[in-house]
């Protein structure tokens, strides 16, 4: 209660939503297929919309290729990936509220994918309706999911309230913004080894 209490006091009125769907799960998961050649990699990837952003990155996370869909619907390229050095890498497709990771093995100049690898991130996805902060997500594994809130007010960033959701697989919160005074807020989720940033005006 002491808690709630003080948060409350900081600026932020929190509320458990109690019933609501995810608008965003029924974006569903883009369809890939492969198809390995001696020397080329030809990727297909359907229900892609123009702006998403392909990318190969290594283990460490550093991108080698990245390139932005121009057109929605079915997007196929090939690539010569026997080029790479012997490593682990992923195909990534980052799309408004998912992002979809697609694994792969070069040894030897050969290409092996791993299809029961391949993973789905579904972002939190956050909508601001007046002074409510209306905060989603499908988490399939359960993964929590870390909500920081930030008043930003000449040019301090100061923490309102910071909340760790787990346990759950579609999550589902909703902030009321009670700070007086004008200010901007910037909330930074974590989940699953991410980190998305979101800037609202206020």
Do not use: W
Not at 74 to 85: E, R
Not at 125 to 137: A, P, W
Not at 183 to 190: H, K
């Amino acid at each position: 209660m002491k808690k709630v209490i003080k948060n409350t006091k900081k600026g932020i009125l929190m509320v458990v939503m109690l019933a609501a769907s995810l608008s965003f799960a029924k974006e569903g998961t883009p369809f890939f297929s492969i198809k390995n050649e001696s020397e080329r990699t030809s990727l297909t990837l359907a229900l892609v919309k123009k702006g998403n952003q392909l990318s190969i990155k290594d283990d460490n996370g550093i991108v080698l290729y990245k390139e932005l869909i121009q057109k929605t619907g079915i997007y196929t390229k090939g690539f010569d990936l026997t080029a790479l050095p012997n490593g682990n890498y992923i195909f990534e497709l980052d799309s408004d509220v998912e992002i979809k990771t697609i694994p792969f093995t070069v040894e030897s100049n050969t290409v092996v994918f791993d299809k029961d690898m391949e993973k789905s991130i579904f972002k939190p996805v956050t909508r601001v309706k007046g002074n409510l902060v209306f905060v989603s997500q499908l988490t399939l594994n359960n993964e929590p999911l870390k909500i920081d809130i930030y008043l930003e007010k000449s040019g301090n960033s100061e923490l309102m309230l910071s909340e760790t959701i787990t346990n759950s697989k579609c999550i589902e919160r909703v902030y009321k913004l009670t700070h007086s005074g004008i200010g901007n807020y910037t909330i930074v989720y974590n989940t699953e080894g991410r980190e998305f940033v979101k800037h609202i005006n206020n």
